[in-house]
């Protein structure tokens, strides 16, 4: 069946150090993958999306990278900051293109 | 402010109640979807709609009903026949449903049945 999911439930990081968050997906035909910051009793928020056709996209502080021959997704996050605690969520598009599916999360635990 | 709401915040029923939960969305966006999270879990979907009137199933529909008359509007109705109504639920929508879009979500509604 289809599934997301995500290498370690949590990651424990220093400010200022670079975090890895990893993620493998199932389905090698989703061609659409996103990741989400959700923090406690909030909504998840955007933070950088990544086509099949592309391996690497960079946002602000953030650089999502695709593995299509190991379906493995990553999120990386420069300069880790205590803003940045949150559970971080992968999802890729369904079969069928009409939905995500979510992997289960992992929690981001940043100390100062 | 262009976004999603979700109301209320927090909802207490009691067992055997039906109950509907909000979601409304100033975005324009055909596509709305509604999930479901449980401590420590990922999102699960339950239904989603690309378009006005007409919706379908997802992954844990049981025990759930949604209307889309509106293309604003997505409310979720948890029946007394979900078993196990008590999670956080979270209310989407994407530009498209076709797939391949962000989907922005709202603040989400606590339940809690007893």
């Known amino acids: 069946g289809e599934s997301v999911g995500l290498h370690l439930p949590t990651l424990s990081v220093q400010e200022g150090d670079n975090s890895i968050i990893n993620c493998a997906y199932s389905n090698s035909a989703s061609d659409y993958f996103i990741w989400y910051k959700q923090e406690s009793g909030k909504g998840p928020q955007f933070i950088i999306d990544i086509r099949s056709n592309m391996d690497k996209r960079q946002g602000q502080r953030v650089t999502v990278l695709l593995n299509k021959t190991v379906k493995h997704l990553s999120l990386q996050i420069a300069a880790t900051q205590p803003g940045d605690s949150a559970v971080y969520f992968c999802a890729e598009n369904n079969q069928a293109g009409t939905a995500l599916i979510f992997g289960k999360g992992t929690t981001l635990s940043v100390s100062s | 402010d262009g976004g999603i709401t979700q109301s209320p915040k927090y909802l207490f029923r009691k067992e055997g109640q039906n109950v509907t939960l909000s979601c409304e969305q100033n975005?324009?966006?055909?596509?709305m979807y509604w999930y479901r999270q449980d401590p420590g879990q990922g999102l699960r979907l339950i239904y989603y709609?690309?378009?006005?009137?007409?919706?379908q199933k997802g992954d844990i529909a049981e025990g759930y009903s949604v209307s889309r008359e509106k293309k604003e509007s997505f409310p979720l109705t948890v029946t007394s026949a979900q078993k196990n109504p008590t999670a956080f639920y979270l209310c989407a929508s994407s530009s498209s449903g076709t797939g391949g879009y962000e989907q922005y979500f709202g603040p989400g509604t606590r339940l809690t049945v007893t």
């Open positions: 975005l324009n966006h055909d596509a």
């Open positions: 709609s690309q378009i006005v009137n007409d919706f």
